[in-house]
């Protein structure tokens, strides 16, 4: 709850909350006692390596997931993830029917569904960005360091981070949100 807030203190325009129980970023099961009394007109996103029930609805703005064995609401409350290979081409991705409201782009790992610290192309997320049909989410080894160059190379709807503000895995560096997001708003 504290690293939430202070993030929303810091001026971050969302909040992401990993549901997927093999991260150690996990936020347990009983974050509806806590995330019901963040701000209302902050988006809330409930993030999934695998969606495999329905996510709590009441409590979330979005939903963000890798892999979708289920698809309980509305398309317009979905973030589709495309996880990008080496040497994936954007002509490999644009032609994809993509039924929801932004993209997400992110590095792909066998190991891990997100979170691992490793950068995409930027020049393919960039084309990406440039024919994609709705907001695209730039994801992927960004930290306070490299994000202002991310944001201006890519030109993404928005950026999102994970690794990149922890001081270890899991465990948020408030100083590390806070360069992160006065350098990702002064690009």
Do not use: C
């Not at 996510?55 to 892999?67: N, R, T």
């Not at 979905?78 to 994809?96: E, F, S």
């Not at 039924?99 to 960039?126: C, M, P, Q």
Request: hydrophobic letters at 45%; aromatic letters at 8%; a negative charge.
């Amino acid at each position: 709850m504290e690293d939430a807030r202070m993030a929303l203190e810091f001026g971050a325009d969302a909040l992401g909350f990993v549901h997927e129980r093999t991260s150690p970023r996990f936020v347990g099961d009983d974050q509806d006692k806590w995330v019901a009394d963040l701000p209302p007109f902050v988006p809330k996103v409930a993030v999934y390596g695998r969606v495999v029930g329905a996510p709590p609805q009441a409590l979330y703005d979005l939903v963000q997931g890798v892999e979708w064995e289920t698809y309980p609401f509305p398309a317009t409350k979905r973030v589709h993830v495309i996880r990008l290979r080496k040497g994936q081409k954007p002509d490999d991705l644009t032609q994809q029917t993509i039924n929801a409201s932004a993209i997400l782009l992110d590095a792909f790992r066998e190991e891990a569904f997100g979170g691992t610290g490793h950068t995409v192309d930027w020049s393919v997320a960039a084309e990406i960005v440039q024919r994609a049909q709705r907001p695209v989410i730039l994801a992927g080894g960004l930290t306070p360091e490299n994000v202002a160059d991310a944001v201006r190379r890519v030109r993404p709807y928005a950026v999102d981070v994970s690794s990149g503000i922890e001081r270890e895995a899991g465990i948020k560096d408030w100083e590390k949100i806070r360069a992160f997001i006065t350098a990702a708003k002064g690009a």
